[in-house]
Structures are given as structure tokens and as C-alpha cells.
């Protein structure tokens, strides 16, 4: 007898997945700059493309993944007390893109290119402006602020491409409700046509 798996443990395995995925990739990422390019003023992360394929797969959950990748940059960088409540906090302003969601359709998203490396430059965009707030809120100066748009600039365009890629994998940027009715619904139209 085969055991199937809760719409819940499907979830868990999903995020638990996408959170390995996460701290591993920004981990390395973080360690090969510091290490091989540390005289370079920029950055690249996976945070927002891997937060913005989780926002679209499960809406809210995907602030784990948020806060994670805020934690995973901190400490592969050795940051400071005040630098993990600035990533963290500030990675939670991308849920801010569920209004995207809301306001286009998740559909509408995944099905146009241009709408799914929009929802990924904005969700990147959200994160990094919750950075510059929260470093301003705790009395950075207005050019420090600014500089998590700037030294961020690069990852814009990997967002746009991972997202960009994960549009054409079937199932992976679709919001998980929808994907697994719509894979029962072939299966069962499949075992109709027998």
C-alpha cells in the first residue's frame, strides 16, 4: 500500500528544501567573495530569487526563507548584532510582493516572462529597501543606506535570470495548491483515456 504524504508534510519537505537550497548557495556565495573578491564593492545573493520562488509557491511561508537568508549572509560575513537585525527585518519587507500576486494573478505571473522577473526584481528591491529603512531606523547615515541598492545592483539581473528559468521548470515557480490539483487532474484524464 502506497503511504501518501499530508498536504501539510508536502509543504514541510517544500520549505525545508528551498531553506537548504538557500543557506547552502548564500553561504558559498557569501565565502567566495570574501575570499576571492574581497576588494570588490558589489555583492550577488540567491536570497531574493529563492524568496520570491517561495512567495509564489506558498505566499507568507516564504518569510523563513527571508529571515534565513538574512542569517546566512550575516554570519558567512561575521556581521554584527546590528547587521542581522538589518538583514533579517529588512528580507521581511518582500512579502510585500504578495500584493503583486494580488493585485496581477499568480497565473498571470508565471505564465509572462516579463511579469516573472518583475515579481523577482521587486521582491529583491522590497528587501533591499527594508535594509536601507532599517539601517536609517537605527541611525546609519542617508549614503550607507544606499548603499545596500548599489553593492546589491548585480543580484537584480540574478534574480531576473533564475526567475527567468524557473518559470519554464513545470511546477516550480506556481503556487504548490494549484500545481499539485492541476498534476491530479492530468492524472486522472490520463487514466480515463485508457
Known sequence: ???????????????????LILLISETLIVKASTRWFSDQLYTVSVVGAVTAIVLMRWGGWAA?????????????????????????AG????????????????????SDAL????????????????????ALALGNSLSGCLAFFTTDALSLLFVGVILWIARRLDGVF??????LLRVH??????????
Open 1 to 19: 500500500m502506497k503511504r501518501q504524504l499530508s498536504f501539510a508534510q508536502y509543504r514541510g519537505i517544500d520549505l525545508t528544501l528551498f531553506a
Open 64 to 88: 523563513i526563507h527571508a529571515v534565513l537568508g538574512g542569517l546566512a549572509f550575516c554570519f558567512a560575513s561575521h556581521g554584527s548584532g546590528q547587521q542581522y537585525l538589518i538583514y533579517c
Open 91 to 110: 528580507n521581511l519587507f518582500s512579502l510585500l510582493s504578495l500584493l503583486f500576486i494580488r493585485i496581477f494573478g499568480g497565473e498571470k505571473i508565471r
Open 115 to 134: 511579469f516573472s522577473m518583475g515579481f523577482g526584481i521587486v521582491t529583491l528591491l522590497l528587501m533591499q529597501l527594508g535594509r536601507a529603512l532599517m
Open 174 to 179: 506556481e503556487n504548490q495548491k494549484h500545481y
Open 185 to 194: 487532474e492530468e492524472a486522472e484524464e490520463e487514466k480515463g483515456g485508457y
